[in-house]
């Protein structure tokens, strides 16, 4: 009995709802945020000089990085958002790119007006974006913030 597997995706023929410099600067972004830490030293009176610099590691009250992009991902239309979390989730592994169609569809199903925390709570999920990207051959490497 032979052995009948997938159809192999085409990763070339696969129309992003989403471009990819927008998915650039979320990733840009989404490492940004995921590289803040908690408040080590939230009485410290000392200066951006005594600290090193290392205060901009932090997660300050008025950093602006999760706020932006929360209003990045709320700007973009649904089927945009959409694409991110499929995006995501195949960067994961939680589907391949034979599995694109279904990622899709599942994220459409399950799609609500919470996708940027539902993003922002991942822990990679800029690696997980660049991963999604990198399935259907598509990099950051020329990316123009100007462009967004």
């Known amino acids: 009995m032979p052995m009948t597997s997938k159809p192999e995706a085409d990763p070339e023929a696969v129309d992003l709802a989403v471009s990819t410099d927008k998915v650039c600067y ?5 490492r940004e945020f995921d590289g803040k830490e908690g ?43 959409i694409t991110l979390v499929a995006l995501a989730w195949l960067g994961r592994g939680t589907y391949d790119v034979t599995e694109w169609d279904e990622a899709l569809s599942i994220a459409r199903s399950e799609h609500n007006k919470r996708t940027a925390q539902y993003l922002l709570g991942l822990p990679l999920l800029g690696d997980y974006l660049e991963e999604g990207l990198d399935a259907f051959g598509l990099s950051c490497t020329d990316y123009d913030p100007s462009l967004r």
């Open 39 to 81: 408040d080590s030293d939230p009485d410290s009176g000392s200066n951006e000089t005594d600290d090193g610099g290392a205060d901009v590691l932090e997660d300050k009250p008025g950093d602006s990085v999760q706020p932006e992009l929360v209003a990045f991902i709320n700007s973009l239309d649904e089927e945009e958002q």
């Open 26 to 30: 979320i990733i840009a972004k989404a």
